[in-house]
């Protein structure tokens, strides 16, 4: 639930609550050289279900180890508003609350009681008409601080105090996804993005209770945004289960050598063309038996407590998403025009292969080189000038265009006076869905302006520009890739597609 790295680090007692979560959890990498600071943004967000049977007018999110200049700005979109920032010494509370009418005795926002057994995903967006829908959407965004614990509560009238709100004692526990980076099985191969559930001790010697969870996941070759991480959307529907079952549970600490279901880890390596990855975090009540002494669960068949036996699984409790962006410290060669570009380290050979993965740190020399009928105009992006040779250290997922343009016809006679013409040519853009396209020479301005005329062998260098709340996903046609900036030569008639998120 943080904005902007990862982590959130929480379980409480799982009692009378409901979540729908859509979080990205972003923290600093630190496993390798290769994979440093490779996780570049996060997002959060979540629905709550009034699952406590009476009439809830607030929420609070209790951040331990926060201060407030950690808070980014919160979600405000709801019918509490913009939350309440209240500092304490060890952390913060962030709480969306109703105003309260003095005149009428009564508050005037409220989320009314959730009907048992009933789904509530998609219905807790935005004021009316979803509010007798007995959830709401809530969200909290934090910079690149961890917070060491993280705590759900609904907020209800105070009896003993008119116009005053009090914090349920019933938290909640809502899958916290950690991710860090691994280094690569392989020296050369993708470094391995690893995504952890911890569940802390639990506040009595006992075991905690139990929760089944299934993790599904989906990989996308582009940045996922806030507004996407929700049930309805594809980027999620389409997760497909990469941990069909396992059995969570806080454990004491004197559980000693005890088996111990208070972590789930997974991993995967994560490769040049993966920009995002998405996992949907479902966690059901467990209803089978515990030990009467212990609390720790006993599981019918086996007793492996692998799957849920007959009786021992029961309502979805948490429908959880979190996502990942994450760059692979590498170099991607894009070539516009007629000609080739290689690294010293023959990693890279672009035409055929156009990008490789580095550690951070490393230097890389790349050199241009003209096709016989063309000449070497200029680099953009990560490389920038006009030599053949760019050397550029790597700190990131950089990419770098080499512009090669026609050249000049030798020789050329005679002809007789007056004024020849310019051969000039027709370039146009296309756009899918709302965005702006502008071109650095005077002409294009889509928008408005999606086409013009340029003298044959023009350089043009084209931006592509998406709304507020959108994205830029890649080029077509004359261009390609995914870097919003695309720089090529005019040298015959062009169509250029922009592809701007939905």
């Known amino acids: 639930m943080f904005y902007h790295r990862i982590t959130r680090a929480s379980h409480q007692r799982l009692f009378g609550l409901a979540f729908l979560a859509a979080a990205a959890l972003f923290a600093p990498s630190s496993a390798s050289a290769q994979s440093s600071s490779s996780v570049v943004g996060g997002l959060g967000n979540f629905d709550a279900a009034n699952n406590e049977g009476k009439e809830a007018h607030g929420f609070e999110v209790q951040l331990e ?3 407030v200049k950690d808070l980014y700005p919160s979600w405000c979109g709801n019918k509490y508003g913009c939350p309440v920032i209240v500092p304490y010494a060890t952390g ?10 003095s005149a009428s005795g009564t508050f005037t926002a409220t989320t009314v009681p959730k009907t048992p057994n009933s789904p509530f995903a998609g219905t807790c967006y935005g004021t009316a008409p979803n509010n007798q829908a007995g959830c709401d959407h ?14 759900y509560r609904w907020m209800f009238a105070d009896p003993a105090n008119p116009g005053q709100l009090i914090a ?21 191969a993708p470094p391995v993005l690893v995504v952890e559930i911890q569940l802390p001790d639990p506040p009595a010697p006992q075991f905690g209770n139990a929760t089944w969870m299934k993790v599904l996941k989906n990989e996308l070759n582009r940045e996922v945004f806030l507004d996407e991480l929700v049930d309805t959307n594809p980027v999620v529907t389409a997760a497909v289960v990469e941990t069909e079952w396992t059995l969570m549970q806080q454990s004491p600490p004197s559980n000693g050598n005890r088996r111990r279901r208070n972590r789930q880890v997974n991993s995967g390596g994560v490769n040049g063309n ?13 209803t089978g038996t515990y030990d009467p002494l212990t609390h720790e669960v006993t599981c019918g068949g086996d007793g492996t407590c692998n799957v849920p036996q007959p009786g021992e699984l029961g309502d979805l409790l948490v429908a959880q998403m979190a996502a990942a962006n994450v760059a692979i410290p590498s170099m991607t060669v894009t070539i516009a025009g007629g000609g080739n570009v290689s690294s010293a380290d023959k990693l890279i050979s672009c035409g055929s292969k156009c990008s490789a993965a580095y550690a951070v740190g490393t230097v890389v020399t790349l050199t241009a080189a003209p096709s016989s009928k063309s000449v070497f ?10 030599t053949l040779t760019c050397t550029v250290t790597i700190t990131d997922a950089l990419t770098t265009t080499a512009t090669f343009v026609a050249a000049p016809a030798s020789g050329g006679g ?3 006076g007056g004024g020849g013409s310019t051969t000039q040519f027709t ?18 301005n889509c928008g408005s302006t999606c086409s013009a005329k340029f003298n044959a062998g023009t350089v043009v260098t084209l931006t592509a520009t998406p709304p507020a709340g959108k994205t830029f996903v890649n080029w077509s046609g004359g261009c390609s890739g995914t870097s919003n900036v695309c720089t090529l030569p005019v040298n015959s008639d062009v169509s250029v597609q922009a592809v701007f998120s939905k």
């Open 377 to 386: 105009s200029a680099w953009t992006g990560a490389c920038t000038g006009n």
């Open 274 to 286: 993966t920009h995002s990855v998405i996992r949907r975090y479902e966690t059901y009540a467990y």
């Open 427 to 444: 370039l146009s853009i296309g756009r899918s869905n709302v965005g702006t396209v502008t071109s650095d020479l005077p002409g294009i």
């Open 168 to 188: 349920s004692p019933n938290n909640i526990f809502v899958p916290t996804p950690i991710y860090s980076w691994a280094p690569p099985p392989t020296v050369g």
């Open 92 to 101: 913060v509370y962030v709480r969306y609350v109703s105003p309260y009418d």
């Open 65 to 67: 180890g926060i201060q």
């Open 138 to 151: 809530f969200g909290v965004h934090l910079g690149a601080i961890n917070a060491t614990a993280t705590s």
């Open 414 to 416: 005679g002809g007789g």
